[in-house]
């Protein structure tokens, strides 16, 4: 099994699934290898910076492999079999440019090359580039783990090109002679790919008659397209298909995974929420649909909040340490840093927070919203809720002001002495419990959702919690 991304561009979560998919497959043979071969032979559109994208993207999912491996390191093999291929008939040179070749097909004629250089015996030179000669008649059947037999005309196939002029070959063929290479027995990809499987049944024939080593033609499986919610390909430049986003957001990578597989795929049972063991024991091939697999982001949110849920608390406190923690840490965000400073953070603090919003954040960036009062001299306000709440509201400074006055006269400033305390605020004022809160949470966390109010007014303490309850009274004013 291998994976074989091109780094021309972000990780997209459709590799990702296929490197999941493939990944199973070694897992569950005991002999089963799983490569990851770096296909880089476009250097007009390859990047280093992608290539490092696609070993960052594979460590953060954690699927181990053998490699990594670059297209590039073999190219001498892919030069030996051209000259095999040249030798045998299989290929012969042409030096017509595309608008020749355009210029032939004149109105209505077939699509794609006529063959004009077939019979020609062209010599090589700087200007001729190879093309396979596709037989005219017949069909290739390309057996498909997912799709059945799927049956290619060859009078639908012209005779495409496989090396450059620069001797150079293109992905058609660099992909069979690497794939024999790595003996990979599974070709699993996307859907996409199902095009290239006919020509790359044809060289692979080819190079067994040309080299004279007879290689069996690996078992393909060519998954569901992913698509958005109008069920259109989803599009780097219209969907947000970058991995990396993800785990910028937060997303945690059971939760993502999970996901993945289900992009096409099933577990037994009514339960979707399941871990990688139940997945690697459960997953077939030919259970995977064929069907186009809606990508859905809320569906995504929803699986790595229920995911986020069941992590320990340490293991909580971890995933939130590189969105809370303002020193330096190995990994963060791409762009982001907490708001407060080293000196305000108190690790013993953070500690207490974290098991009042375990349940209640669907994405770790959710995070520093949720605790960046505990940890700021003054509250980030957010400037609607202070409206709505306070300034707009003519019983809100009664109620912060009543509340000032009650919570400072406290015995003991404890979540449930708390709870009392302002429900008779509430009461007083002719407000519900809840109706009460929303000042009271506005004026000391900034904002009107947060962590359950007075087991964080009890965390954050008295002195605090009075002075930005009168801080609120003034701004209000």
Same mark, same amino acid.
């Given at each position: 099994?291998? %994976?074989?991304?091109? /780094?021309?561009?972000?990780?997209?979560?459709?590799? $990702? #699934?296929? &490197? %999941?998919f493939n990944w199973i497959l070694a897992k569950q043979d005991p002999e089963g290898v799983f490569i990851l071969r770096v296909e880089d032979t476009d250097p007009a559109r390859n990047r280093e910076e992608w290539v490092e994208a696609i070993f960052a993207a594979m460590a953060w999912l954690g699927l181990d492999y053998t490699g990594p491996f670059r297209q590039s390191e073999n190219a001498p093999a892919h030069a030996a079999a051209l000259e095999a291929l040249v030798a045998s008939g299989a290929l012969y040179y042409c030096d017509c440019t595309p608008g020749?070749? *355009? $210029? #032939?097909?004149?109105?209505?004629a077939t /699509?794609?090359?006529d063959g004009f250089c077939r019979e020609r015996h062209l010599a090589r030179t700087e200007r001729t580039a190879l093309r396979f000669r596709t037989p005219d008649e017949g069909t290739v059947v390309v057996p498909d783990l997912v799709r059945g037999d799927v049956a290619f005309p060859l009078g639908a196939i012209d005779d495409f090109v496989v090396a450059r002029s620069s001797g150079e070959a293109l992905y058609a063929l660099a992909n069979v002679v690497d794939d024999r290479d790595d003996a990979i027995t599974h070709v699993v990809r996307g859907e996409e790919h199902l095009a290239n499987a006919p020509k790359q049944m044809m060289l692979w024939r080819a190079l067994n008659a040309a080299t004279g080593r007879e290689v069996p033609t690996p078992l393909f499986a060519h998954l569901p397209l992913l698509v958005n919610a109008q069920r259109k390909k989803l599009s780097k430049r219209r969907d947000p298909v970058a991995l990396e986003s993800y785990r910028d957001q937060g997303y945690v990578v059971g939760a993502v995974l999970n996901y993945l597989a289900l992009l096409g795929w099933s577990p037994r049972g009514d339960d979707e929420i399941v871990d990688m063991d139940t997945i690697v024991e459960q997953f077939r091939l030919e259970d995977v649909s064929h069907s186009p697999a809606f990508f859905d982001v809320r569906k995504l949110t929803a699986f790595n909040g229920a995911h986020i849920r069941q992590l320990s608390p340490y293991q909580f406190? #971890?995933?939130? !340490?590189? !969105?809370v923690d303002p020193r330096d840490v190995p990994w963060r965000p791409t762009g982001y840093r907490? &708001? !407060?400073? *080293?000196?305000?953070?108190? *690790?013993? %603090?953070?500690a207490r927070v974290l098991p009042l919003i375990h349940e209640r954040v669907a994405r770790l960036d959710e995070v520093p919203a949720m605790v960046d009062f505990f940890f700021l001299e003054e509250p980030a306000y957010d400037e609607a809720a202070f409206d709505k709440a306070i300034r707009h509201d003519p019983r809100a400074t009664d109620v912060l002001e009543a509340a000032r006055r009650a919570y400072g006269a406290l015995a003991e400033f404890g979540a449930d002495a708390l709870h009392a305390t302002t429900l008779e605020v509430a009461e007083a004022n002719g407000l519900t419990l809840r109706k009460a809160q929303a000042p009271i949470r506005c004026a000391v966390t900034g904002r009107l959702v947060g962590p359950p109010l007075f087991e964080s007014l009890a965390l954050l303490g008295r002195e605090r919690t009075l002075a930005r309850l009168a801080g609120a009274l003034a701004r209000a004013t």
């Open positions: 099994m291998r %994976l074989a991304p091109s /780094p021309t561009g972000y990780f997209h979560v459709g590799t $990702a #699934r296929t &490197a %999941l020749e070749v *355009e $210029a #032939r097909k004149g109105a209505g /699509p794609g090359y406190a #971890r995933a939130c !340490w590189p !969105w907490p &708001a !407060w400073r *080293e000196e305000e953070f108190d *690790e013993a %603090l953070y």
